[in-house]
């Protein structure tokens, strides 16, 4: 793209992933420096902003400088020894599997900053507000950056704690229950991860992720194989989610605030499925095929249940939630990521890392509506929200049913748009897994899992018709006049435009996605061999 010396590029890497962290301690002083505006709280929140501005920009000039003729590569390097007595060294850098998330992290954090300015949710100082969201984005952006075993739990756990308080300061009912539960359930599987990883670490004699890829599992028996895939997979399911280790999502979606749901959903899930590809499949590829079956099973599983509760939720007269629906999607969708790993084919894992970017797209769009229409509405209760639109959201708030719409038929999967590749690759990945993999039982989960997306049609639609379509409600003969509902705000549609334009980017030219993590899966698959 453009020519951008190396130690300009390692330096950009690591300010977008230090950045964050130094705006969030600037975000905690009296007054956050250089910003002015019409109340402390106006000038911390419009601080927010700038920084997420700015590492948003960084992470442009960074794809920009990507040698793209060699996405395979490990670019923008920095390697200083940190505990030489564990050999754990500061390790970072990009390839192509690594930079669309990056700036899809830095993207959707920007946007979050950019809605709360103007829609701060409910609760506590913005000060604090604005930290978490700072250290929230550090963490994630550092997981997809770091290149070493011991920095990749750190990362990983560093979000914890600025999620758990996001939702139990400032989420609606039930927050203080849903923010422990996701605290234990992470915490608890992150224990678990930990010791995989110092299995790994320890038998293979180092922690550097680019040097176990290189060896492919050469270092380590079957068994040590086996026993670290067992134990990092099970964390990295718990924050993926696989079912059944999801039952913390819909309570934690449903209460978290707007911002809240868009980050666990478009960013923290994907820390889950990063980690299956970087680490498992190139470290322990010998236990990942031990596996492999059992990880299809749960992902079809997943899609399947996902499905039906959507389904459940989404009928008339059902006690159903909109924002819990879309949690319970997220299940299905995150089903198809880890279907396609498990096939441990070049289409499978790509397919799972097209429908990361693509879940993280779309899924951001549909929680950042939900949170409009409760601002409107007061609820998200679909019979409610059905009674307050008058069941004809087309007709008194056109934009925002549109926008509903379009969420709702790129979620299901329609061609033309980025929900549709990930899960046919996925599919595809199925149709043809490993070739020491069971082809019957994969063939098998490929039908369970395409009977999946009709049944993701099937309760997206019908979330449409009861939401958007219906008769305008007359007024009556007397009493008050039906309720008016804004239609999209200037600072809702900055923050939306974005989501829809990459949504239909991605749909229309897969190739610019695919041309990146392509090659950089093919080295991973092949054992560090371009």
Not at 24 to 41: F, I, M, R, T, Y
Not at 119 to 140: D, N, R, Y
Not at 273 to 281: A, E, K
Request: with cysteine.
């Amino acid at each position: 793209m453009i020519g951008i010396s190396e130690s300009v590029m390692q330096f950009l890497l690591a300010l977008i992933v230090v950045g964050p962290l130094i705006g969030a301690v600037a975000a905690l002083l009296p007054a956050p420096p250089g910003l002015k505006g019409k109340s402390p709280d106006q000038a911390v929140l419009r601080h927010g902003v700038t920084v997420t501005g700015a590492i948003l920009l960084t992470a442009i000039v960074l794809a920009l400088g990507f040698d793209h003729d060699q996405p395979s590569k490990m670019q923008a390097t920095t390697d200083i020894s940190w505990i030489p007595a564990l050999d754990v060294r500061i390790h970072l850098g990009i390839d192509g599997i690594s930079l669309p998330l990056l700036v899809l992290t830095a993207l959707l954090t920007f946007l979050c900053a950019l809605y709360s300015y103007f829609k701060m949710p409910s609760g506590p100082s913005p000060k604090a507000f604005v930290a978490l969201i700072l250290v929230l984005e550090s963490g994630t952006l550092a997981t997809f950056a770091v290149l070493d075993l011991l920095l990749f739990f750190l990362a990983f756990e560093m979000v914890l704690i600025p999620m758990y308080f996001l939702i139990a300061r400032w989420g609606g009912e039930q927050r203080t229950r849903a923010a422990w539960k996701f605290i234990l359930y992470t915490l608890l599987g992150s224990v678990v991860m930990l010791l995989g990883l110092l299995l790994i670490g320890l038998k293979s004699g180092t922690f550097d992720m680019v040097a176990l890829a290189t060896d492919n599992g050469r270092e380590l028996t079957t068994s040590v194989q086996v026993i670290a895939v067992l134990a990092i997979g099970i964390g990295l399911a718990v924050k993926t989610p696989m079912w059944p280790l999801h039952s913390w999502l819909p309570d934690a979606h449903t209460a978290a605030p707007t911002v809240g749901s868009v980050l666990l959903a478009g960013v923290l899930l994907k820390m889950g499925t990063y980690g299956f590809v970087r680490i498992i499949l190139p470290v322990a590829p010998d236990g990942m095929r031990e596996f492999a079956p059992y990880l299809a099973a749960f992902a079809v599983v997943g899609i399947i249940y996902g499905s039906l509760a959507c389904l459940a939720l989404a009928k008339q007269g059902a006690k159903g939630d909109l924002k819990r629906l879309i949690a319970y999607s997220s299940v299905g969708h995150m089903g198809f990521v880890l279907l396609g790993i498990s096939t441990m084919s070049p289409t499978g894992v790509n397919g799972a890392l097209f429908a990361n970017i693509a879940h993280g797209l779309i899924t951001g769009l549909l929680f950042f509506l939900v949170g409009a229409l409760k601002d409107r509405t007061g609820t998200t209760d679909l019979d409610s929200l059905a009674q307050e639109s008058g069941a004809a959201l087309y007709g008194k708030a056109p934009r925002l049913g549109g926008l509903l719409a379009f969420g709702a038929v790129a979620s299901l999967g329609l061609p033309g748009l980025a929900g549709f590749w990930g899960e046919m690759l996925a599919l595809f990945g199925a149709f043809k897994p490993a070739d020491d993999l069971s082809r019957p039982a994969f063939l098998t989960f490929m039908a369970i899992a395409a009977f999946g997306t009709l049944l993701t049609a099937a309760y997206m639609l019908v979330v449409v018709r009861r939401v958007c379509m219906g008769p305008m409600p007359q007024p009556a003969a007397e009493g008050p006049a039906p309720k008016a509902l804004a239609d999209v705000h200037g600072y809702e549609f900055a923050a939306w435009t974005p989501l829809v334009a990459l949504t239909v980017l991605a749909g229309l030219w897969p190739a610019a996605l695919l041309g990146l993590t392509d090659p950089a899966v093919q080295k991973l698959l092949t054992g560090g061999k371009s």
